[in-house]
């Protein structure tokens, strides 16, 4: 089974120049660190940022303004960058799709996000949302929820399970929230991929599920939830 880790790119590091002059910012982050510190290690490490920073400048909102959490746009430019690197190990995996094979529509969400609640204007404040759809699929994916799997009470903390019928690796995740605005989108490349929402290591699932990838993601801020965490 092959091992990777993504981490998803906190806000202040993609928009760096709207942060106020007073705070004083690196060059070298943990998440700089940890990459030198696991050269050699054999542990994929996933880095979309210079990715993420590219589209950015071409003017594509990738964050919630209101938020500290990504937007599908984000989602997709993280994925794309996933499945180039899992491509590699596996090339049985599709090809990532591009933003002109998606339907992209854009609607306003009278509900801010954790920004607009902790400053408690969240009522007040809009986002923008962007649904995708592909434009032209001949297989289409099959969500749905594992009652076994489900371990929180909290609706948006569900484990969702997708089947494909495509020739391609099996795929587990073990994730955060960032999770919301790329699992629709790594779905479509892998024959069966669950998304577990936990930071912990859980041998006991991959023990059952046997994947073929299992792929951890976590936004930068929890980097070091890798550390604390094992099972």
């Known amino acids: 089974i092959k ?8 806000k202040m590091g993609v928009y760096k120049d709207k942060m106020p ?11 700089d660190q940890l990459i030198t510190y696991l050269e050699g290690s054999g542990i994929e490490i996933i880095d979309i940022r210079e990715q993420m920073k590219k589209t950015k400048e071409s003017g ?11 937007n599908h746009n984000g989602g997709l430019v993280a994925s794309n960058e996933i499945i180039k690197k899992l491509k590699q190990d596996f090339p049985n995996i599709p090809s990532p799709y591009t933003v002109n094979e998606y339907e992209v529509k854009e609607e306003i969400k009278n509900n801010g996000g954790d920004l607009a609640d902790l400053l408690g204007v969240k009522k007040y ?10 434009k032209n699929k001949l297989n289409t994916k099959i969500s749905k929820k594992v ?3 489900q ?8 484990t969702f399970t997708f089947s494909n019928p495509i020739k391609a690796p099996s795929l587990l995740v073990f994730n955060d929230s960032y999770i919301s ?3 629709p989108f790594l779905g479509d490349y ?14 006991d699932l991959i023990e059952k599920e046997k994947p073929d990838i299992v792929l951890s993601m976590l936004v930068e801020r929890q980097i070091q939830e890798l550390a604390n965490n094992t099972k």
Do not use: C, G, M
């Open 3 to 10: 091992y990777y880790v993504a981490f998803f790119p906190d």
């Open 21 to 31: 002059s007073k705070y004083q910012l690196v060059d070298t982050t943990r998440w």
């Open 60 to 70: 594509v909102h990738l964050y919630q303004k209101s938020d500290s959490h990504w």
């Open 125 to 134: 404040l809009d986002k923008r949302w962007f649904n995708y759809n592909l």
């Open 147 to 149: 009652n076994e799997y």
């Open 151 to 158: 371990f929180y009470k909290e609706p948006y903390k569900a």
């Open 181 to 183: 605005y790329i699992y």
């Open 190 to 203: 892998f024959s069966k991929s669950n998304f577990f929402w936990t930071y912990d290591f859980r041998k």
